[in-house]
């Protein structure tokens, strides 16, 4: 069964920092392109960060220089590093893995984090 375990959401006062990770069965682990998107409330979950297979990364623009992502394949982990926080960070994180397959592609989900910046 693949999973995706999120951990590492707390309360966080503005200005802070926290890394989110998340354990992804290794059996899509090496597959796949791994992202994390947020959810904030009353909004659309929303993808800010992605990372491919040979580690290239990709940023929405509110977390650029912010947010780092990265992965480690020997132990099927994806992390979430985030500096500078703001309020407006303040949202449920979910882990999302993507396999590239035909006809579609398909994708896995965490259940999430909380992260709240706060003071």
């Known amino acids: 069964q693949v999973q995706l375990v999120e951990s590492g959401g707390t309360l966080v006062q503005p200005g802070g920092s926290l890394r989110l990770s998340c354990a992804a069965s290794?059996?899509?682990?090496?597959?796949?392109?791994m992202g994390w998107y947020r959810q904030a409330p009353g909004q659309k979950r929303e993808l800010i960060a992605s990372?491919?297979?040979?580690?290239?990364?990709n940023y929405v623009d509110s977390v650029k220089g912010r947010f780092t992502i990265s992965r480690d394949n020997a132990k099927s982990t994806v992390y979430l590093q985030m500096s500078s926080l703001k309020p407006e960070d303040t949202a449920v994180y979910y882990c999302?893995?993507?396999?590239?397959?035909?006809?579609?592609?398909?994708?896995?989900w965490g259940k999430g984090t909380l992260v709240t910046i706060s003071s």
């Open positions: 990372i491919t297979q040979i580690g290239t990364t």
């Open positions: 999302n893995s993507r396999i590239s397959t035909y006809p579609r592609d398909i994708d896995y």
């Open positions: 290794a059996s899509i682990f090496s597959i796949s392109v």
